[in-house]
């Protein structure tokens, strides 16, 4: 991990960045347009990056909370250039368990990532969780 920085800097995220990941190989956003990446990113509670030696955005993740007890991650990403490094695992360790939102509740949505949550507790929700789907 030496050779990447992470931070939680918003400004410093390249956007171009996040954008090109997210509308080309996410398969949970890419419905979504230039203007929505760019309304989720100004709206985000917390953002965190991941950087090469270059500067260059290499992972990304944002969250949105209401400060105080619950957050939801969110838009989790590591170049595939850069992936077996561990920069998903810091990525998600900086922003749950290093940031002001250690002792939130936490939420995601993954299709394929549950041995990577996984390892940050969370689990499967219990009975008293209910969520309303999307509608697209």
Sequence with gaps: ???????DDPERVDRDAV?????TDAYWGRWRTRED??????????IVGAYDLDGRT???ARAVSDGVAFAYLADVF???????????????KLMIDDGPGRDFR???HTADAHG???????????????ERPSRR
Aim: glycine share 12%; hydrophobic share 40%.
């Design 37 to 46: 990446v760019e309304k989720q990113i100004d709206g985000a509670w917390r």
């Design 58 to 60: 290499v992972g990304f």
């Design 78 to 92: 590591v170049d595939p250039s850069t992936r077996g490094h561990g920069l998903g695992v810091a990525l998600v």
């Design 106 to 108: 936490w939420t995601l």
């Design 19 to 23: 954008w090109r990941y997210l509308s």
């Design 116 to 130: 990577l949550y996984g390892r940050f507790g969370f689990i499967r929700p219990d009975a008293t969780y209910l």
């Design 1 to 7: 991990m030496e050779q990447y920085e992470l931070d």
